[in-house]
Each structure stands twice: as C-alpha cells, then as structure tokens.
C-alpha cells in the first residue's frame, strides 16, 4: 500500500483510479504524503507567493433557484441588496488602496444589471485602478462577455458545479449541465482565463464523481479551479444534509494541484467556515489562492450562499492584518503581481 502510494505520488499523469485512491486516502501519514506532494508542485510553480484576490459581492438578487445556495431566487427569507455603480467603485478603490492586484465581481444571476451597467464598472475600474478582473455572474448571454471581455475584464470564473449530470440536473432546475460547459468553453474562446470547480458533498456525489470533477478541469484547460466544501444554508432543500468533509476535500484539492499542475487553486472562505484553520490547511494542500471579502456592512451579512460564513461581522479593512499572520504561519506571503494565469 505505502510502495503503492510512493509510486502513484511520482507518476506525471493520473489515471482516474489512482486519483479515486488519493481521494479516499485517510491514513495520516498517507494524507500528509499526498499533501506535501501538492505543496511542492505549488512551490515550483508560484514559490512562496499567494495571489489575493479581492472579492465585492454586489448583488444577492437571483433568477436561478440552486437547491444548495442560499441566495437561491425562492429563498423568501434572504434579505436581498444591489449595491450601486459608485458603491462598486468606492470599494474597489478599498481594495486598490490595500495593495490587491485582482477584484473579483460577483452576484447572483441579477439581470437587473444590464450588460452596459457591468461595461461601465469594468471600464471605470480599468481606468481609476492598475488592477485585473474577475467576473462571476453566472450564466448570461453570449454577447454580454463579448462586451465585458471588450471593455478589458480578464477572466470569468463560473464553476460547473459537478460533472455528475443526473447530480446536476437535480440541483439546478433552471439550468442545464450543456449550457454550463458551452459557456465556459465561449467565455475561454474570447480569450477570458477561466476557472471552474465543484461542491464537494452534494447528494449522492461519489469519490468517482469528485475525480470526474479534476479530469474535467483539466480537459477544459481551466487557469483556475476551485473545490468547495457543501455547506448547508438555511430555508433550501439541501438545509439538512451533512456539511462537506474536510479531509476529503483536502485530498482533493491536492489531487487537484497534482493532476492541475499550475492552475490556480484557491483556499476558499468555505474552508474557513468548516475549520478555523481551514484556508491555511488548504495551502499546506497545494492551493495558492485566497479571496478575502470586501463586500462592505451591512451587505456582507446579507450575502449569504451558506451558513455561518466567516468574516460577515468584521470591517473589510481589518481582515488584511489577521490574513497575513495567517499567510506567514505557513510559510507563504501575499503577491504583489496580477496573479494571471501561469497558462497564457
Ligand atoms: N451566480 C454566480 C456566483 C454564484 S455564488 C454563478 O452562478 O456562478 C459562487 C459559488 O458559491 C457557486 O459557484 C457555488 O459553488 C458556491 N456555493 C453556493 N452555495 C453553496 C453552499 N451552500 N455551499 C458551498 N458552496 C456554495
């Protein structure tokens, strides 16, 4: 079994088997074996750099109804908010200012902003901060990322959620598996960097359906991919199932950087909500990736995919401060580059 994992952990590509035996993988050794093989990829490819990405989550208006998300348009009891162009603005000059060279702008699918309404925020922001973009607004139609990719936004994450599509069917009842990967092959046509990924702990998701989720990054070719822990959010269908498994999501996030190579991984805020330590554990796991909240008060409370999210109560601003104590307990510091992907 050791010799077994020896061997596998040396191996360039992974068979989907042998991806199925690292994920299942729960021996401590064994796990700490798998973890600092996916450390020391990440450590070729970025060193002891960190790529912060500075997040504004504008919108919890949603058409879509995922049975998981909180947000989910018949969640009657989310208190919904849009913020404002200039409220945009003011909170990405925030992150500017704090030294972050990404901001992600994400929503629900809120078609209350017009394609030209998000054009405008992307081309203020490329003109007042030395920053890229990251959209994450679901599906929309094709010629609105025409535009937005026009006016310079540089890359879309839009994760498919699993590759498992009797899963997916079930927990998207607007949407359809197809559509999900046509959008993000288009938005990688573009000339978008892309990032995809999955919940780990949906219903009836198999370890088999997880590597499915890593082969299907990787043949897409996504610059980035990110694996996040099911957390149940309240008043959903899914409010009663067991949130994700640490562990198992872990090994896979280093199954993922092995099998991934230099895609960007992040160690999601998820993380941190299952385990105090969790965004530090998920980069002694290979990630390389954190995307701090500056989604301002009152809104960062209303913004609630799941439950218990971290951070909610805290002003932006103080977060940077413990991030980085956190960063330099394990050995990393943040980036001062763009982060772009290592793939272009
Ligand atoms: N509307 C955008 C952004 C969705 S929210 C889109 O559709 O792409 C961003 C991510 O949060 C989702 O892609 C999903 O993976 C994650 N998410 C939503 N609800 C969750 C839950 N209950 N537990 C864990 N992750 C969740």
């Given at each position: 079994?050791?010799?077994?994992?020896?061997?596998?952990?040396?191996?360039?590509?992974?068979?989907?088997?042998?991806?199925?035996?690292?994920?299942?993988?729960?021996?401590?050794?064994?796990?700490q074996?798998?973890?600092?093989?996916?450390k020391?990829?990440?450590?070729?490819?970025?060193?002891?750099?960190?790529?912060?990405?500075?997040?504004?989550?504008?919108?919890?208006?949603?058409?879509?109804?995922?049975?998981?998300?909180?947000?989910?348009?018949?969640?009657?009891?989310?208190?919904?908010?849009?913020?404002?162009?200039?409220?945009?603005?003011?909170?990405?000059?925030?992150?500017y200012?704090?030294?972050?060279?990404?901001?992600?702008?994400?929503?629900?699918?809120d078609?209350?902003?017009?394609?030209?309404?998000?054009?405008?925020?992307?081309i203020e922001?490329?003109?007042?901060?030395?920053?890229?973009?990251?959209?994450?607004?679901?599906?929309?139609?094709?010629?609105?990322?025409?535009?937005?990719?026009k006016?310079?936004?540089?890359?879309?994450?839009?994760?498919?959620?699993?590759?498992?599509?009797?899963?997916?069917?079930?927990i998207?009842?607007?949407?359809?598996?197809?559509?999900?990967?046509?959008?993000?092959?288009?938005?990688?046509?573009?000339?978008?960097?892309?990032?995809?990924g999955?919940?780990?702990?949906?219903?009836?998701?198999?370890?088999?359906?997880?590597?499915?989720?890593?082969?299907?990054?990787d043949?897409?070719?996504?610059?980035?991919?990110?694996?996040?822990?099911?957390?149940?959010?309240?008043?959903?269908?899914l409010?009663?199932?067991?949130?994700?498994?640490?562990?198992?999501?872990?090994?896979?996030?280093a199954?993922a950087?092995?099998?991934?190579?230099?895609?960007?991984?992040?160690?999601?805020?998820?993380?941190?909500?299952?385990?105090e330590?969790?965004?530090?554990?998920g980069?002694?796991?290979?990630?390389?990736?954190?995307?701090?909240?500056?989604?301002?008060?009152?809104?960062?409370?209303?913004?609630?995919?799941?439950?218990?999210?971290?951070?909610?109560?805290?002003?932006?601003?103080?977060c940077?401060?413990?991030?980085?104590l956190?960063?330099?307990?394990?050995?990393?510091?943040?980036?001062d580059?763009?982060?772009?992907?290592?793939?272009?």
């Amino acid at each position: 079994m050791m010799r077994n994992l020896d061997e596998i952990l040396n191996r360039d590509c992974l068979t989907k088997d042998e991806m199925v035996f690292l994920i299942h993988l729960s021996g401590e050794n064994e796990i700490q074996k798998l973890h600092n093989k996916a450390k020391e990829i990440r450590e070729k490819y970025f060193g002891n750099q960190i790529h912060l990405r500075g997040i504004i989550e504008f919108s919890n208006y949603c058409r879509q109804d995922c049975t998981y998300c909180g947000i989910r348009k018949s969640n009657n009891l989310a208190e919904r908010f849009r913020m404002s162009k200039d409220e945009i603005i003011s909170v990405s000059n925030q992150i500017y200012e704090s030294g972050i060279k990404t901001i992600v702008l994400q929503s629900g699918e809120d078609l209350h902003y017009s394609k030209e309404d998000i054009a405008e925020i992307i081309i203020e922001i490329k003109t007042k901060f030395d920053v890229a973009i990251t959209l994450s607004l679901g599906e929309r139609p094709f010629c609105d990322y025409d535009l937005w990719r026009k006016c310079g936004a540089d890359r879309y994450l839009l994760k498919h959620e699993t590759a498992n599509k009797e899963i997916y069917k079930e927990i998207h009842p607007y949407q359809k598996y197809e559509n999900k990967i046509a959008h993000l092959k288009y938005l990688q046509n573009i000339g978008f960097q892309i990032g995809s990924g999955n919940i780990i702990g949906l219903p009836n998701q198999t370890i088999e359906d997880i590597a499915d989720d890593i082969i299907l990054c990787d043949e897409l070719n996504v610059d980035m991919a990110s694996f996040s822990p099911f957390i149940k959010a309240e008043n959903t269908p899914l409010s009663n199932l067991p949130n994700g498994d640490m562990s198992l999501l872990l090994n896979t996030m280093a199954v993922a950087r092995i099998v991934l190579k230099n895609a960007h991984i992040p160690s999601t805020t998820a993380l941190a909500t299952l385990d105090e330590l969790g965004r530090e554990k998920g980069i002694l796991a290979g990630a390389n990736i954190i995307m701090p909240s500056f989604t301002p008060y009152p809104y960062r409370g209303n913004y609630l995919i799941y439950e218990n999210k971290k951070c909610i109560s805290e002003n932006p601003q103080m977060c940077l401060p413990c991030l980085s104590l956190r960063l330099s307990s394990v050995g990393v510091k943040a980036s001062d580059s763009y982060g772009h992907s290592l793939k272009i």
